[in-house]
């Protein structure tokens, strides 16, 4: 079983900072480092989307693409997203997950998934 912890959300005004964390723990997940650790966020009404991955590389949205910076620390199994220059539409769940597809951008390519932390940000 592998576990994904999201932290780090809240509500923010336009043009603030937010970093949220993931930490990943559990018994099949000895070896962290193997797996591409990604960021999608949902909105209310709408799918589920590519945020950022990070892996032997990077990849970003273009929406977040210059403001959104994903990083990992192998040492602590966990990822992290920092956001900066937040807009109101950047208002999501966001969901850290975890896929054995280098580089995934597809929702199902991911095979663990964390229960999401609410990110608000108000103009």
């Known amino acids: 079983q592998v576990q994904l912890v999201e932290s780090g959300g809240g509500l923010v005004q336009a043009g603030n900072s937010l970093r949220l964390s993931c930490a990943a723990s559990g018994r099949t997940f000895s070896s962290y480092t193997m797996y591409t650790m990604g960021w999608f966020r949902q909105a209310p009404g709408k799918e589920r989307e590519f945020v950022a991955v990070i892996g032997w590389s990077t990849i970003y949205a273009d929406s977040v693409k210059g403001r959104f910076t994903i990083s990992r620390d192998n040492a602590k199994n966990t990822v992290y997203l920092q956001m900066n220059s937040l807009k109101p539409e950047d208002t999501a769940l966001y969901y850290c997950?975890?896929?054995?597809?280098?580089?995934?951008?597809?929702?199902?390519?991911?095979?663990?998934w964390g229960q999401g932390t609410q990110v608000t940000v108000s103009s």
């Open positions: 997950a975890a896929s054995r597809t280098s580089l995934a951008t597809r929702a199902h390519n991911y095979d663990y």
